[in-house]
């Protein structure tokens, strides 16, 4: 085993290893795809192991790649932090924030308010479960959203802290009958299909949390459909295909549909806080303590009477409150 691996052929790799398609990966690494191949070929000498099958359809992680992905993931983070303490200037944080309304933008337009002499660059991810890869591959700074979502081996290399139980709500076109009232009790929702994200691995744990939620009352999630990207498409496809949508109560208006909370019980999403173990950046620490004002101000972190939340999430938001 050598001592000295470059930390190219480190990221060569976990990119290919995430993306597991070539092209896809030296685009992201902006690198020519031979210069990719090239880079794989080397490490895999280096370490005296195949880390990939390829074949002309896919490419996939042999046990060895399997293996070696954590340590490269873990090396490179090193790597980024050692740079960004020695940096002349502290690079920007970057926070995805999934959409430019809700809990997560409201947190990031009081950091920018808190604190103008630091640089967040908002992203706009559509789920936890993509933007966690993306933190713990060194691409993406916070995130938030549900985290009892997530693959516990990517939980374990990410810290976390409660922000909201945001109320859920469904997204009704305006002739729906039970668009009509002003909240929707859950067992008027027996017998409907309600849109929310299955077919999009990016947003698989607010999936998840949807199935648990209408499990043995009649209510199904809608098939899996390809992953929708950005708002604008969202409300094309939303209309087109006339979906209701499980959704929260801070959500993008959507134009002829109508956002009613859900009560009788009042189900719950759970929003926390997310970014890799050990980073250290000024900006981190304005999120945090603009989440404890808000938290306070708006009681955040209360309650309501008759709620519903799986007991893996009550945990989670609980012990790190």
Same mark, same amino acid.
């Given at each position: 085993?050598p001592?000295?691996i470059?930390?190219?052929?480190l990221?060569?790799f976990e990119?290919v290893?995430?993306?597991?398609h070539?092209t896809r990966?030296?685009?992201r690494?902006?690198?020519?795809?031979?210069?990719?191949?090239?880079?794989?070929?080397?490490l895999?000498r280096?370490?005296g192991?195949?880390?990939?099958v390829?074949?002309t359809?896919s490419?996939?992680?042999?046990?060895? *790649?399997?293996?070696? /992905?954590?340590?490269?993931r873990r090396?490179?983070?090193a790597y980024d932090?050692?740079?960004?303490?020695?940096?002349?200037?502290?690079?920007?944080?970057?926070v995805d924030v999934?959409?430019?309304?809700g809990?997560?933008?409201r947190? /990031?337009?009081?950091?920018r308010?808190a604190?103008?002499?630091?640089e967040?660059?908002g992203r706009f991810?559509?789920?936890?479960?993509?933007a966690?890869?993306?933190?713990v *591959?060194?691409r993406?700074?916070?995130?938030?959203g549900?985290v009892? *979502?997530?693959?516990?081996?990517?939980?374990?290399? %990410?810290?976390?802290?409660p922000v909201?139980f945001?109320?859920?709500a469904?997204l009704l076109?305006?002739?729906?009958?039970l668009a009509a009232l002003?909240?929707?009790?859950?067992?008027a929702l027996?017998?409907e299909?309600l849109?929310? *994200?299955?077919g999009?691995?990016?947003t698989?744990?607010?999936?998840?949390l949807a199935?648990?939620?209408f499990?043995?009352?009649g209510i199904?999630?809608?098939?899996p459909?390809p992953?929708?990207e950005?708002?604008?498409?969202?409300?094309?496809l939303?209309r087109k295909?006339?979906?209701s949508?499980l959704?929260?109560?801070e959500?993008i208006?959507v134009?002829?549909?109508?956002?009613?909370p859900?009560?009788?019980?009042?189900? %719950?999403?759970?929003?926390?806080?997310?970014w890799?173990?050990?980073?250290?950046h000024?900006?981190?620490?304005?999120l945090?303590g603009?989440i404890?004002e808000l938290?306070?101000r708006?009681?955040w /972190?209360e309650?309501?009477?008759?709620?519903?939340?799986?007991?893996?999430d009550?945990?989670?938001m609980?012990?790190?409150?």
């Amino acid at each position: 085993m050598p001592h000295d691996i470059e930390p190219r052929l480190l990221r060569a790799f976990e990119a290919v290893a995430e993306d597991l398609h070539f092209t896809r990966a030296a685009a992201r690494l902006f690198t020519a795809q031979q210069a990719l191949s090239r880079d794989i070929r080397r490490l895999e000498r280096e370490l005296g192991s195949q880390l990939f099958v390829r074949s002309t359809r896919s490419v996939s992680l042999t046990a060895d *790649g399997e293996r070696l /992905l954590p340590y490269a993931r873990r090396v490179l983070a090193a790597y980024d932090e050692l740079g960004a303490a020695w940096a002349h200037e502290e690079r920007p944080l970057l926070v995805d924030v999934r959409a430019p309304v809700g809990t997560c933008y409201r947190v /990031l337009e009081a950091a920018r308010a808190a604190a103008p002499d630091i640089e967040f660059v908002g992203r706009f991810h559509s789920g936890l479960t993509g933007a966690a890869a993306s933190i713990v *591959g060194g691409r993406l700074d916070v995130s938030s959203g549900r985290v009892a *979502g997530l693959d516990p081996a990517v939980l374990d290399q %990410l810290e976390h802290r409660p922000v909201r139980f945001e109320r859920m709500a469904v997204l009704l076109a305006d002739d729906h009958p039970l668009a009509a009232l002003d909240e929707v009790p859950l067992d008027a929702l027996a017998g409907e299909t309600l849109y929310a *994200g299955a077919g999009n691995p990016a947003t698989a744990e607010w999936t998840d949390l949807a199935a648990r939620l209408f499990e043995g009352r009649g209510i199904e999630v809608a098939a899996p459909f390809p992953e929708i990207e950005g708002a604008e498409e969202f409300v094309r496809l939303v209309r087109k295909r006339r979906w209701s949508v499980l959704a929260s109560t801070e959500f993008i208006a959507v134009p002829g549909m109508e956002l009613r909370p859900v009560v009788d019980p009042v189900p %719950l999403s759970p929003i926390s806080l997310v970014w890799r173990k050990g980073l250290r950046h000024k900006g981190l620490d304005v999120l945090n303590g603009v989440i404890d004002e808000l938290v306070k101000r708006h009681k955040w /972190l209360e309650m309501p009477a008759g709620s519903w939340l799986p007991e893996a999430d009550m945990s989670l938001m609980l012990n790190n409150t």
